[in-house]
C-alpha cells in the first residue's frame, strides 16, 4: 500500500530563517505531488505541483520555492521566513494521469514563524 | 461569485443524529466530487469519491451530488462523537489540482 511522510511535525522558526520541509511517498511510482498550505478560515491553498522529477508547477506567487529531485521526493523551501509564512502545510500525492485522480494527503506540518 | 461556498459552521448534533454537510460551487467544469475529513491538528483524508449525480453510499456516509443544481451534500447516519471534525468538499476538472471548500466543523455530542 502507498504511504506518504511528511516531516517535521512542528517547526518553531524566527523570521528571516531559511526553511525546509521534505516529502516521501512509498509504495508508488511516477506519483504527481502537491504543497497545499492550510491558514485559519481560509480553507487550502494549493501552493505547488510536480507531475514528474524537477517539473514543479507553482500556483500562487510565494515567498516559498518546492523542488522535486527524486521521483518519490517533494521539498519545500524559503530562504528568508516572513510572519505571513506561518501555518499548516500539507504534503499530498495522487496517482495516474496528472491530477485525474483523488489525492492523499500526509500528516502536515505546523509552522510558526515569530 | 464564489468558485466553492461550504458553511463553516460550526455544526453541533447529539450522538446518534443524522448529519448533512453541504457545498455549492459555480463551475459546471467539475467532473469530481470529494469529501475529506480532517481531524485536528492531522491532514484531510478521503472519505468519499464520486463523479455522477446521484448518490453513493460507504456505511454510515452518503455523497450526494446535484448537478443541475451545482450542488452536493455528505449525509452522516447514527453520527458517532468519533465523526467529530472538520469535513471538506472537494471539486475538480481534468487536468488541473483539487479545490477545496473551506471545510464545516462537526462536533458530535455523547
Known amino acids: 500500500s502507498q504511504t506518504i511522510h511528511q516531516w517535521p511535525a512542528t517547526l518553531v522558526q524566527p523570521v528571516g530563517s531559511p526553511l525546509s520541509l521534505e516529502c516521501t511517498v512509498e509504495?508508488?511510482?511516477?506519483?504527481?505531488l502537491y504543497w497545499y498550505r492550510q491558514a485559519a478560515g481560509r480553507g487550502l491553498q494549493l501552493l505547488f505541483y510536480?507531475?514528474?522529477?524537477?517539473?514543479i508547477s507553482s500556483e500562487v506567487p510565494q515567498n516559498l520555492s518546492a523542488s522535486r529531485p527524486q521521483d518519490r521526493q517533494f521539498i519545500l523551501s524559503s530562504k528568508k521566513l516572513l510572519l505571513s509564512d506561518s501555518g499548516f502545510y500539507l504534503c499530498a500525492w495522487s496517482a495516474g494521469l496528472p491530477m485525474n485522480t483523488e489525492a492523499f494527503f500526509g500528516q502536515g506540518t505546523r509552522l510558526t514563524v515569530v | 461569485q464564489k468558485e466553492v461556498e461550504q458553511d463553516p459552521g460550526p455544526l453541533s448534533v447529539p450522538e446518534g443524529a443524522i448529519v448533512s454537510l453541504n457545498c455549492t460551487y459555480s463551475n459546471s467544469a467539475f467532473q469530481y466530487f470529494m469529501w475529506y475529513r480532517q481531524y485536528s491538528r492531522k491532514g484531510p483524508e478521503l472519505l468519499m469519491y464520486t463523479y455522477s449525480s446521484g448518490n453513493k453510499e460507504d456505511g454510515r456516509f452518503t455523497a450526494q451530488v446535484d448537478k443541475s443544481s451545482k450542488y452536493i451534500s455528505l449525509f452522516i447516519r447514527d453520527s458517532q462523537p468519533s465523526d467529530s471534525a472538520t469535513y471538506l468538499c472537494a471539486f475538480k476538472k481534468a487536468g488541473t489540482a483539487l479545490i477545496f471548500g473551506k471545510g464545516t466543523t462537526l462536533s458530535v455530542s455523547s
Open positions: 509504495g508508488t511510482s511516477n506519483p504527481n
Open positions: 510536480s507531475v514528474g522529477i524537477g517539473q
